[in-house]
Every structure is written in structure tokens, then in C-alpha cells.
């Protein structure tokens, strides 16, 4: 196609033109127009039935008890009630589900930049420097990865509770941080950055700390920004660990939170689908706005680390 | 070893540089600094990894009790027990083996199929497509607990929505879904295969848009047709993509835990108890950690072997190398999905 000068140009403008009448509908096929809104229809269809219980959650959130256990099932809540919100958000219950909620933002919030504080000061000598024993720190931290964590569920309990972290947030911030994917995934995107900047800024006099703080970071920012989201989403959902090492009612996260509100409150949905939806808006919130991240975070780690 | 990191040197560095060659031998030396950087990270990872893991072994090989004073050695009494019919822990150890298998079973098909019958429809330009990414993959980033919570009330055998459709298509409309198998089974699954299957898809949908155009542009001059494309052209080329997909969704099911806890509470009797749960509950509420430490051990063994047996399934016959550079690569976002179920 690039030898010669006027057949290319012929070439490149056949190539083109079936994509572009794809693209605007009227000089388009029948064959390929009902098939493109086909796959309009069917797809609509399956992501409105997909995300119809998500949905439903919300409406029965602002239920009140009866409607929300009576059939036919209403998709809209008639009388529209906060009800639910103002008993599980009040002060003075077992079920403090506001104090959750702050509980689970700043155990998150914490957990997530120890996460990636830690790996990132791990992963760039990891890429750059040659050292003694780096082959021995890199394999061991990848061979954890292929340790499935319940073998930790148990000495763990114990080392916390020797650390006298037992029912404290610590506990949910601190034993999950050494995050092998963490450095494992900053060192992949370390060692795609140019060197070239790092060495100038090293023959200016910068020394290694230097380098990492204003070189290597400030360019390193969508790694992250996507590892610290991976990290927060993380551990904001974490069920197990907190469910157990947790037991004060004030202590709770979310989610270990809304186990003991769903044992206290069996059959008021009304009830537990707002602490539900309470929980879930500030992931759907964080999804909403850093799609982008959290998404191609997932897909490139499935290829390339 | 020099100490290379604090700022009298740098200065020397400068005014050596003016003197003439650059020294880079100098530069590059590295002296205690990839320690320092490594020393935060280092000390989580032996404190809560490495060390848990050889302190669980220990605990494993002691009658250890959270709440007595003594904690006598046993050997390897704990492993023994799991494999002696009639002991205190073998029935309840291997029934929920056995429900994190069935669990397994059923949901990692689904879980590598119906995820990519998604992809294939997604994978064409077409307006609007990131939206419909997005609303598939948006259950993922809630957490278990809001997810089961969610399915509880939708289960419900009287009030709930799903028997109530159910009974309008003239289905069943009392199954008691979060009683009794194997309907608990079918409730188990089907949530879970909502709740993850976005990740999957997301990974299969990036997959596909690296296959080349031009593989499908010969395959449709050879006169393939789309079944054809598929299975020589999609499928080999998804190759690594499914091995990883095979290999995460396997160790996620087998690590299933919340949906258990939250929908089923393990009933009916505790027939719908994983392992994880039966291991959580021996060494936490009953406080019996040996014997749970032990659980946690052949447990892990089972899913090592397991791993290994999918690697050996989607080993690269013709180019044996690849393989090898990718596992570690594709074992990397596991922790994306442990305990996802």
C-alpha cells in the first residue's frame, strides 16, 4: 500500500469507505442496519433487567416498612418516605450506621495510601537499582501472590491480637497493606518510564530520593491514582476479616456493619436496603468518577501487569 | 557498601562533573538505598505475609486454644484428624470442601461463558458502548455484604421479587431459595455470577480488541464464516486471556465466603458452608485454631494443585517460553478478585 504514491491514495479511500458507511446510517445497508439496532435493542434490554436490582434497591430505600413488604412489587415508592434513612442514620442505636460509614472512609482512605506509599518506595528500586538479594525480595514478593490469603486469616488474628489491634481500625488498615499486586504493578509501569529524565536528573544532583519524588512520581500519577482506587474499593468492601476481628457495635465498617443490621433487623427491608444503599454510594460515586481508572486498571491487568 | 543518598554527595558529584568525565560508575552505585526505599514495604511484608505464613504452620502443629493458658504440641494430630473419618473435624471440614466445590463447578462455567458471549456482542465500535461496559461491570465494585443484603430481600420465599415473577410466568413462586438445596445452590450461584461477571468481561473485551483486524479480514477472504472466525481466529487468540480468566475465576469461587455468611447463613443445616467459612468459624468463633490453621493448609494445597492442573491445561504446546514469562504477569490482579466468589 506505500510504494506508490497514487494507487495508496486510491487504496486508503476504498479502505475507509465501508467504515464510514457504517457509521452514517443512511448510506448503510439494511442487512447491517437492523443488525446494529439488534444489538441496540438486545443490549438495552439486558442492561436495564442487569442493573434492575440496583435500582430496585434504591426505590425500596425510600419505602416505608408496609409498602416495602407487600406484593405486587412497586417500582416506585408511593408514599415516597425517608423513614429508613432517619432511623438507621439516627443517633442511639446498636446499629450506628453513619458511624460505620466514617469508619469504613477513613480505614479505606488510610489502608489506601499506606498501600500505595509502601509499594511505590518497593517497586522503584525494584525496577531501577541492582542490588544483592533484589532477585530473592522480587520472587518472594511474587510467589505471595499465588498464596491464597486464607492461610493468613488465622496467625494473623493472633499476631493483632498480640499487638493489642484486636476491634481497633488498625486492624483493618495496616495487616492487608503489603500489597504484592501493588508493587508488582508499579514496577511494571517504573520500568516503562523513560530513563532518560531520571539519569539528567541525577548528573543535576539529584540523588535517589530526589529522583523518586519529583521525577518518577509525578509522572507515575494514573498508576497511582488507579492502584490507590483498587486499593480503597478494596478494602471498603472487605466482609471477612473486619466480620471477625471486629466486635464493638461503634467499631464496625460498612459491611461488617450491615451483617449485624441484617441479623437485628431480619425482615425490615425497608431498613436494609438503606444501610445498603448508604454503603454503596460512595463506591458508585468513586466508579462514576474514575471509571476510566478503576476499568482500564482491571483490563490492562488481565494483558500486560 | 557507600552511602550514596545523603546531600553532602551530591554536591561533590556537581563539582566533580565540572572537573571532566562523568562518573557514571558513581551514579550507579547503590550502597544501602534500594533498602531504604524497600524497608516500609518490607516490614508489612514479613510481618503480616511471610511471618503468618510459618507462625501458621506452627499454630497448625499445636492444640491451640485463643482462650487457654496451654497450648500443647500435637504433632501433626490437627492433619491427621482431617483425614480420619470420625474425628471431631472431618465431616464438617469435608462437607464444606464439598460445598466449595459444588459452588466451583456450577459458577466457573458461567462465569468464563456468559461473560464472554457479552464481550463478543460489545466488541464493535458502536455509540454508547462504554456506558453499556459500565453498567455491567458496576455491581463489582460493591461489596459482598451490599450485594448479599440486596439478594436476601429479592430472594425472600414470600415477599420477595424473584419468586413473585417467577409465579407471574407460571413458574414455582414459593422456592425457598435461601433454605433448602439445590435451590440455595442455584441463588448462590446466580448471584455470583452477577455480582463478577463485569471483571470478566472487562478482561475478555480488552482481550479481543488486541486479536489484529487482519486476522478476521484473511480468515473472511478463506471464506469463513462467523462460527469458523470464532473458534480459529477469537478463541486462539484469546489464548492467554482465558488462561488468566480460567485461573482467577477458579481461586475467587473456591474462595467464596460472604454470600454464604450473609445469604444463606450456610443453611440448609450447614450443607451451603464453604470452606472458608468452616475454616473462619473453627479458629474464630470457637477459637480452635490448630485445627483450623490445619484446614487453611490443605486447603491452600488443594487450590495450588488446582492452579497448577490450569496451568498445565493452557500451556503454550508450540512456544513453551511464553508461557513461562506470562504466569507470573497473569497471576498478578488474583488479589483483585480473592474472596470475590
Known sequence: MSASTTPSLEDRSATTEPVRAERTPTGEPTGLKVRRWVRYVVLTVLAVLFISPLIFMVVTSFKTRADSASLPPSWWPSPFSTDAFATVLGAGTDTPVLRWFANSMIAAALHATLVVTTAALAAYPLARMEFRGKKIVFGAIVATLFVPPVILIIPNYLIVGQLFWLDTLIAIIVPTAASAFGVFFLRQFFLGLPLELEEAARLDGANRFQVFWKVVLPLSRPALVTLAMLAFLTNYNDFLWPVYVLFSPENQTLPAGLSTLQSANAVRYDLLMAGAVVASVPVLALYVGAQRFIIEGVSRSGLKG | ??????????????????????????????????????????????????????????????????????????????????????????????????????????????????????????????????????????????????????????????????????????????????TSTPAAWFALVGVTVWWTLGFNAVIYLAGLQDIPRELYEAAEMDGANRWQQFRHVTLPGLKPVLSFVTMTTIIASANMFGQSYLITKGAPGTETRTAIYQIAETGLRNYQMGSAAAMSYVLTLFLILLSLLVFWLFRDRETPKRQKAGAPVQAAPLMLRQGKG
Open chain 2, 1 to 178: 557498601m557507600a552511602s550514596t543518598v545523603t546531600a553532602p554527595r551530591s554536591e561533590t558529584v556537581s563539582d566533580d562533573r565540572r572537573g571532566g568525565a562523568p562518573r557514571r560508575r558513581d551514579i550507579n552505585s547503590v550502597g544501602i538505598a534500594p533498602w531504604l526505599f524497600l524497608a516500609p514495604y518490607l516490614v508489612l511484608f514479613l510481618a503480616f505475609v511471610v511471618g503468618p505464613i510459618v507462625y501458621g504452620l506452627y499454630i497448625s502443629l499445636h492444640r491451640y486454644d485463643f482462650t487457654l493458658p496451654n497450648k500443647p504440641f500435637v504433632g501433626l494430630e490437627n492433619y491427621t484428624d482431617l483425614f480420619t473419618p470420625g474425628s471431631i473435624t472431618f465431616s464438617a471440614f469435608w462437607q464444606s470442601m464439598r460445598a466449595t466445590g459444588i459452588f466451583t463447578v456450577f459458577s466457573v462455567p458461567l462465569l468464563l461463558v456468559v461473560p464472554l458471549m457479552i464481550a463478543l456482542v460489545m466488541n464493535r465500535k458502536f455509540p454508547g458502548r462504554n456506558l453499556f461496559r459500565a453498567v455491567f461491570f458496576a455491581p463489582y465494585v460493591l461489596g459482598v455484604a451490599v450485594v448479599a443484603i440486596l439478594w436476601r430481600y429479592l430472594l425472600d420465599s414470600n415477599i420477595g421479587l424473584v419468586n413473585y415473577y417467577l409465579g407471574l410466568l407460571g413458574l414455582p413462586d414459593n422456592t425457598a431459595w435461601t
